[in-house]
């Protein structure tokens, strides 16, 4: 199942910095990444994912680097930048908070379940 649009507009920029903190990637590798690791739940194609990287990008949140690849092929891969790092924390505590205040309502967590 698919998160709709206006939760994956607040999920996406968030979940980008989150890999790219543990690794730099490139686009494609992203796309796969978030798919894979989330059981396709957050999963976005590239017209979704690179108008994201280019705004965190412009917003100085990471940063890109053209480099050729093993195979040859010129490949953008993208480094969460310090600032990056403060944004993603702050966005974590708030999801945080956001997903507690769900478990607080029976809507996630163990505590949730179907009438």
């Known amino acids: 199942m698919r998160i709709e649009r206006e939760l994956m507009r607040g999920a996406g920029p968030v979940t980008v910095l989150r890999l790219l903190k543990q690794r730099e990637m490139y686009g494609y590798e992203l ?8 059981d396709g739940v957050l999963a976005m194609g590239q017209s979704t994912l690179y ?3 280019y705004s965190l990008e ?3 949140f990471v940063r890109g680097e053209w480099r050729e690849a093993p195979s040859g092929r010129r490949r ?6 310090p600032k ?4 993603l924390k702050a966005e974590q505590a708030q999801w945080r908070r956001l997903l507690g205040a769900m478990a ?4 996630v967590g163990p505590a949730h379940s179907e009438p």
């Open 104 to 107: 607080s309502l029976g809507l």
């Open 31 to 38: 796309v796969v990444a978030l798919s894979q690791r989330t």
């Open 58 to 60: 412009a917003k100085g």
């Open 76 to 81: 953008k891969y993208y480094v969460i930048t």
């Open 51 to 53: 108008p994201l990287l």
């Open 84 to 87: 990056g790092r403060t944004r």
